[in-house]
């Protein structure tokens, strides 16, 4: 069964669809887990998609939502600031708890790539999230960007372009815009993972926001609620030692798992260790 819903962040429309298992006991509040886009991509994607349907085949309600100026909610186009995505997740669980059919003290939040650093941070400022999964996130920007722009050549370029945007804010009031693949470059052969509408051009401020980001500095806080870190061993789009970072940042219970078989948009494959492995964990520690 699936519900578009719509919900409001800091005044604007969010659009979203909740997902609820068709074996659902009637009358019985769910558990729910709210899935979090990549980085200027929707919830028409595989990593949003696929986890939704595989939470309710486990007995979940599962949100998905567009982050503002993405998909179909509002906001502003293609800027998309990681404080404010942080706002949006933490309204979703706002909505979540006033539906009747969702159990408001069972709520989780598994993110992918940008969507994993936001679901790390909300998880570390908002306590009413119990659960956090995060595959293949990332804890620091900077460090972040580093590694995804190695070599002085490639540093210089992109930190060039964030002084550029700056500049050109401060003379005309308004967004220099960036090439998606200037800010995080991604290899030919897995560009066909992103999803329809996906935007390519973004605010030069949207690399700004994720460059200042660090979930690193809120992961702690998770605990003693768990935190599930998945990251690909062999990532080729957010490094790897980002989720390492994160992990040796966290509290109990926290556990990680690398998958060298897996690319970045690990829940996309057929397949795999990764379905068991989630399963298990959340049998464990967030029982639907």
């Given at each position: 069964m699936?519900?578009?819903?719509?919900?409001?962040?800091?005044?604007?429309?969010?659009?979203?669809?909740?997902?609820?298992p068709?074996n659902?006991?009637?009358?019985?509040?769910?558990?729910?887990?709210?899935?979090?886009?990549?980085?200027?991509?929707?919830?028409?994607?595989?990593?949003?998609?696929?986890?939704c349907?595989?939470?309710?085949?486990?007995?979940y309600?599962?949100?998905?939502f567009?982050?503002?100026?993405c998909?179909?909610s509002?906001?502003?186009?293609?800027?998309?600031?990681?404080?404010?995505?942080?706002?949006?997740?933490?309204?979703?669980t706002?909505?979540?708890?006033?539906?009747?059919?969702?159990?408001?003290?069972?709520?989780?939040?598994?993110?992918?790539?940008?969507?994993?650093a936001?679901?790390?941070?909300a998880?570390?400022?908002?306590?009413?999230?119990?659960?956090?999964v995060s595959?293949?996130g990332?804890?620091?920007?900077?460090?972040?960007?580093?590694?995804q722009?190695?070599?002085?050549?490639?540093?210089?370029?992109f930190?060039k372009?964030?002084?550029?945007?700056?500049?050109?804010?401060?003379?005309?009031?308004?967004?220099?815009?960036?090439?998606?693949?200037?800010?995080?470059?991604?290899?030919?052969?897995?560009?066909?993972?992103?999803?329809?509408?996906?935007?390519d051009?973004?605010?030069?401020?949207t690399?700004?926001?994720?460059?200042?980001?660090?979930?690193?500095?809120?992961?702690?806080?998770?605990?003693?609620?768990?935190?599930?870190l998945?990251?690909?061993?062999?990532?080729?789009?957010t490094?790897?030692?980002?989720?390492?970072?994160?992990?040796?940042?966290?509290?109990?219970?926290?556990d990680?798992h690398?998958f060298?078989?897996?690319?970045?948009?690990?829940?996309?494959?057929?397949?795999?260790?990764?379905?068991?492995?989630v399963?298990?964990w959340?049998?464990?520690?967030f029982?639907?």
């Amino acid at each position: 069964m699936q519900e578009n819903v719509t919900f409001q962040s800091d005044g604007l429309k969010i659009a979203g669809t909740l997902c609820l298992p068709d074996n659902a006991p009637k009358g019985k509040k769910l558990a729910c887990i709210m899935v979090l886009h990549g980085f200027g991509s929707n919830k028409t994607s595989d990593n949003v998609k696929i986890p939704c349907k595989m939470l309710n085949e486990w007995g979940y309600a599962a949100l998905g939502f567009d982050m503002r100026g993405c998909g179909d909610s509002e906001g502003t186009r293609a800027n998309l600031i990681c404080m404010e995505q942080v706002a949006d997740t933490r309204a979703a669980t706002t909505f979540l708890q006033s539906r009747p059919e969702i159990d408001g003290k069972k709520i989780g939040v598994l993110g992918s790539s940008f969507g994993g650093a936001v679901a790390v941070y909300a998880a570390g400022v908002d306590e009413r999230i119990g659960a956090c999964v995060s595959s293949g996130g990332w804890g620091n920007g900077k460090i972040k960007f580093e590694g995804q722009h190695p070599g002085k050549e490639a540093w210089a370029k992109f930190t060039k372009m964030l002084a550029d945007g700056k500049a050109h804010r401060a003379k005309t009031g308004t967004s220099m815009m960036v090439d998606r693949y200037d800010i995080v470059p991604i290899p030919g052969n897995l560009r066909h993972n992103l999803a329809q509408k996906s935007h390519d051009q973004f605010t030069a401020e949207t690399a700004q926001s994720m460059y200042d980001f660090t979930a690193d500095d809120v992961v702690a806080k998770i605990a003693p609620r768990p935190l599930l870190l998945l990251h690909s061993s062999v990532d080729t789009v957010t490094p790897t030692e980002q989720s390492l970072r994160m992990f040796n940042l966290a509290g109990q219970p926290k556990d990680l798992h690398l998958f060298n078989e897996t690319t970045h948009f690990m829940f996309a494959a057929d397949g795999g260790r990764v379905r068991p492995i989630v399963k298990d964990w959340l049998d464990m520690y967030f029982p639907a």
